[in-house]
C-alpha cells in the first residue's frame, strides 16, 4: 500500500540487473514502484556486457571447435574447412539482446512497475529529480529510493576512442568488423573473452598488460596453466609491465608503449584496431548526491551489508545503492543479489550479502572461476585467526568425461580450513568451470565443511567429479 504523502513507495534509478531485480521483487511484494532508466532497458549486462559478449563467444567457441583439426582428428573426425559469416554472427548477439531486454521490460510491466524514461538525480531526502527524453523535468518523491546507476568502461588519460578503430566493450559488442591485428588494452575477464572471440575468428591479437604479469586477476597457479591454452597456443602476442601510454585512432592506429614503472617510452605499434578493457568506472556523477551529504569514494557510492548508503559511518534513512556503483564484486549477479537484498530491507525483512559465496566466471575456451578467497586472502585469515590453511589441487586429466571429451586441461584448486574444514575458496580452470563453481559457492554460502561435502555423492561420469575428487583429498587432511 502507498502512503499517501509519497508518489511511490520505492523509485529506482537505473535499469541494469540491479535496478530491474530491486524493482520487481519490490513490485511483486506489494509495492508501488518507478524506475528511471535514461538509455536501454537492462543496463551494462542486457544491452552491452554479459548477454551479446556470451552470445559472441557461443558462435566464436563453435568456430575454434570445428576449426581444430587436431582435436577433431582425436575422434576420428574429419571436417571440412569451416566457414563463418560475421554479420550474422553479430545478428546472433544483437537479436539475444533485444529478445532478453523486451522480455525484462515486459516482466517489471506485468509486476506494476512504471517505468520513466528519463535521467534520475538525487534532490534532497526521499526527492528525486527526472529529466525525460522529452526534456520535462519533474520532482517525484518516495518512501525509499534505490540507486542502481552501474557503470561505465574506464578509459585511461591518453587514449583517445572513436568508436571504429579505438573502442571499449560498449562497441565490441557490436562485432562490425574483424579486425586483421587488434590490441587488447587489460587482461582482466573482458580482455580475455575478447580475446577468446577474435583469435577465435582469425584475429592476430597483441595484449597489453600493466601490471607485472599477465592475468594479474586470477589465482597465480590459475594463470600458469590457463594462460597456456588461452594465451601462448593462440596467436597473441602478451606483454606484461607496460603501458599504452597514448591512443591514436586511425588507420593505422599508433599505440606509444611506455615502461610501466618508469614511464619511459619502448616503441610505438602500429595496429588495424585497439580494444581498451581497463576495468570500469562508477556512472555516479550527475546523481547530485551533494544534495544529501553522500560523500562518494572514487565515485563508488558507500553502502554497508545491507545496502543503506553510508554517510559519515553513518545509514542513511530511505537511501538505498546496489549493483557496480557500490563497486563490490561487479558482476550481474551481485547486483541482481543486492537488489533483492535492497528490497528485503526496505520490507523490514533483515537481510545481510555475503560477498564470500558469490562466484565469478571468464567466458573462455576453457573457461575460469572462481569464489571465496584467494590463496593470499586465505593465508592472511589463517595467520590472524591462528589455524592452519589446507590447498588441494584437483585435475581434469584425471576425470572420465573430461578425457570423453578430449579436454583434459583444467585445475582446481580448493582452500579450506583444516581445523573445521571449511570451504574458504576455490578456482577452477577448464570445461565448463563456470558451471562447476556453484557448487562450491553453494557451499560457502553454508558454510560447510569438507567432511560433510565429501560424503556427497556425484553423477558419474560428470566434471563435477573434480570437485568431489578435491572435497575427498581435502577431508583426509582434517584433524579429527
Ligand atoms: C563486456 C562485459 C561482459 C560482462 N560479462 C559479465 C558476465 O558474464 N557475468 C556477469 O555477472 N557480469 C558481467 N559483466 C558485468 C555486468 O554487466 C555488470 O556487473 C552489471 O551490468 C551491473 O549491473 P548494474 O545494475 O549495477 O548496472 P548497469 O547494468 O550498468 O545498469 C545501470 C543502468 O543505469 C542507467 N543509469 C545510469 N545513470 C542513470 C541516471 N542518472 N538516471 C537513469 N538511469 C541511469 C544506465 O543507463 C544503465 O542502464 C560484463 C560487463 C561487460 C562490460
Known amino acids: 500500500m502507498s502512503e499517501a504523502t509519497f508518489d511511490f513507495d520505492l523509485i529506482v534509478i537505473g535499469a541494469g540487473y540491479g535496478g530491474f531485480d530491486a524493482a520487481k521483487h519490490a513490485a511483486q511484494s506489494g509495492l508501488n514502484v518507478a524506475i528511471i532508466e535514461s538509455r536501454e532497458m537492462g543496463?551494462?549486462?542486457?544491452?552491452?556486457?554479459?548477454?551479446?559478449?556470451?552470445?559472441?563467444?557461443?558462435?566464436?567457441?563453435?568456430?575454434?571447435?570445428?576449426?581444430?583439426?587436431?582435436?577433431?582428428?582425436?575422434?576420428?573426425?574429419?571436417?571440412?574447412?569451416?566457414?563463418?559469416?560475421?554479420?550474422?554472427?553479430?545478428?546472433?548477439?544483437?537479436?539475444?539482446?533485444?529478445?532478453?531486454?523486451?522480455?525484462?521490460?515486459?516482466?517489471?510491466?506485468?509486476?506494476?512497475?512504471t517505468i520513466i524514461l528519463g535521467e534520475g538525480r538525487i534532490e534532497g531526502p526521499q526527492k528525486v529529480g527526472v529529466r525525460e527524453l522529452n526534456g520535462v523535468d519533474r520532482l517525484l518523491s518516495a518512501k525509499d529510493v534505490v540507486i542502481a546507476t552501474g557503470s561505465d568502461p574506464f578509459v585511461p588519460p591518453g587514449i583517445e576512442i572513436d568508436g571504429r578503430t579505438v573502442f571499449t566493450s560498449d562497441q565490441a559488442?557490436?562485432?562490425?568488423?574483424?579486425?586483421?591485428?587488434?590490441?587488447?588494452?587489460?587482461?582482466?575477464?573482458?580482455?580475455?573473452?575478447?580475446?577468446?572471440?577474435?583469435?577465435?575468428?582469425?584475429?592476430?591479437?597483441?595484449v597489453i598488460e600493466a601490471l607485472d604479469k599477465i592475468m594479474p586477476t586470477f589465482d597465480p597457479d590459475i594463470t600458469k596453466i590457463a594462460s597456456r591454452k588461452l594465451i601462448e597456443s593462440r596467436d597473441i602476442e602478451a606483454r606484461s609491465a607496460v603501458l599504452a601510454s597514448k591512443i591514436v585512432p586511425g588507420s593505422p592506429v599508433l599505440i606509444e608503449i611506455s615502461d610501466s614503472k618508469s614511464r619511459e617510452f619502448i616503441e610505438e605499434l602500429q595496429v588495424d584496431a585497439v580494444l581498451v578493457a581497463t576495468g570500469r568506472t562508477p556512472s555516479s556523477k550527475g546523481l547530485n548526491l551533494e544534495s544529501v551529504g553522500v560523500e562518494?569514494?572514487?565515485?563508488?557510492?558507500?553502502?554497508?551489508?545491507?545496502?543503506?548508503?553510508?554517510?559519515?559511518?553513518?545509514?542513511?534513512?530511505?537511501?538505498?545503492?546496489?549493483?557496480?556503483?557500490?563497486?563490490?564484486?561487479?558482476?550481474?549477479?551481485?547486483?541482481?543479489?543486492?537488489?533483492?537484498?535492497?528490497?528485503?530491507?526496505?520490507?523490514?525483512?533483515?537481510?545481510?550479502?555475503?560477498?564470500?559465496?558469490?562466484?565469478?566466471?571468464?567466458?573462455?575456451?576453457?573457461?575460469?572461476?572462481?569464489?571465496?578467497?584467494?590463496?593470499?586472502?586465505?593465508?592472511?585469515?589463517?595467520?590472524?585467526?591462528?589455524?592452519?590453511?589446507?590447498?588441494?589441487?584437483?585435475?581434469?586429466?584425471?576425470?572420465?568425461?573430461?578425457?570423453?571429451?578430449?579436454?583434459?586441461?583444467?585445475?582446481?584448486?580448493?582452500?579450506?580450513?583444516?581445523?573445521?574444514?571449511?570451504?574458504?575458496?576455490?578456482?577452477?580452470?577448464g570445461l565448463h568451470a563456470a558451471d562447476l563453481i556453484q557448487e562450491v559457492a553453494n557451499a560457502i554460502a553454508r558454510r560447510q565443511n569438507v567432511i560433510d561435502l565429501a560424503k556427497e555423492v556425484h553423477t558419474h561420469p560428470t566434471l563435477s567429479e573434480v570437485v568431489e575428487m578435491a572435497y575427498k583429498q581435502a577431508s583426509i587432511q582434517i584433524k579429527k
Not at 525484462?104 to 510491466?109: A, D, G, S
Not at 572462481?370 to 595467520?383: F, P, T, W, Y
Open 43 to 113: 543496463g551494462t549486462c542486457v544491452n552491452r556486457g554479459c548477454v551479446p559478449s556470451k552470445a559472441l563467444l557461443a558462435a566464436s567457441g563453435k568456430v575454434r571447435e570445428l576449426a581444430d583439426l587436431n582435436h577433431l582428428s582425436g575422434f576420428g573426425i574429419h571436417a571440412a574447412p569451416v566457414r563463418f559469416e560475421r554479420q550474422k554472427i553479430a545478428d546472433h548477439a544483437n537479436k539475444l539482446v533485444q529478445n532478453i531486454r523486451s522480455n525484462l521490460t515486459k516482466t517489471l510491466e506485468r509486476a506494476g512497475v
Open 173 to 206: 559488442v557490436s562485432l562490425e568488423w574483424l579486425p586483421r591485428w587488434i590490441a587488447i588494452i587489460g587482461s582482466g575477464y573482458i580482455g580475455l573473452e575478447f580475446a577468446d572471440v577474435y583469435t577465435a575468428l582469425g584475429c592476430e591479437v597483441t
Open 296 to 429: 562518494t569514494n572514487r565515485g563508488f557510492i558507500p553502502i554497508d551489508e545491507t545496502m543503506r548508503v553510508i554517510v559519515n559511518g553513518k545509514p542513511l534513512p530511505h537511501l538505498w545503492a546496489v549493483g557496480d556503483v557500490t563497486g563490490k564484486l561487479m558482476l550481474a549477479h551481485t547486483a541482481a543479489a543486492q537488489g533483492t537484498i535492497a528490497v528485503e530491507n526496505i520490507l523490514g525483512n533483515f537481510h545481510q550479502i555475503d560477498y564470500r559465496s558469490i562466484p565469478a566466471a571468464t567466458f573462455t575456451h576453457p573457461e575460469i572461476s572462481s569464489v571465496g578467497l584467494s590463496e593470499e586472502e586465505a593465508k592472511g585469515l589463517a595467520a590472524s585467526e591462528k589455524f592452519e590453511l589446507g590447498i588441494v589441487r584437483s585435475y581434469f586429466k584425471a576425470n572420465s568425461k573430461a578425457l570423453a571429451e578430449l579436454e583434459s586441461d583444467g585445475l582446481m584448486k580448493l582452500l579450506f580450513r583444516k581445523d573445521t574444514g571449511e570451504v574458504l575458496g576455490a578456482h577452477i580452470y
